[in-house]
């Protein structure tokens, strides 16, 4: 048995580097962070009333799957990419899926589901920080706290709004990939 879950997570594994990532360009790399400039992208979203990283992963989940593996209007399956973004915040928090490059909010077909919707978002550098292992609110929590700590005792200036990325299946158990980021204040030189 432990030899069938070992190859089915390094099948897992393998069929992470297949997936489409959202693409980002490294300005700038710290002991604790990195600054990362990330170019305009097109998203599938949701908002949500829950302010859990359980609740909205589940719900939030569940709709943006629906729509990339074919709950739209073309029928059309949309290639997973990763991260998957989630904003928690205490009043409305959003999950969003990164479209694949070749699509636009033109060219995406029109999702069923009319809490789904498509957006464009802006050009923008973030700090990020990376955690491995299954994420929690706590663990969220604390690593948006660590992150904080080490912009501002880098002063690096930075909104207060921590966002989660996520790039793993909630099945695979080794290499998971969590991360946190930020948006910064950054002037490039």
Known sequence: MLILFSIFQIYLSMSDAKTGTQPYQVIKTEAEFEIRLYPSATIALIKSTTNTYKELSSSGFRKLAGYIFGGNDAQQSISMTTPVHMDIRSDTSTMAFVMPSNFTKENLPKPNDSDVIIQQTKEEYVAAIRFGGYASDAEIRSYSEKLENALNKAGVGHADN??????????QVAGRRNEIIVEVVWNVE
């Open 162 to 171: 921590y966002r989660f990325l996520g790039y793993n299946a909630p099945y």
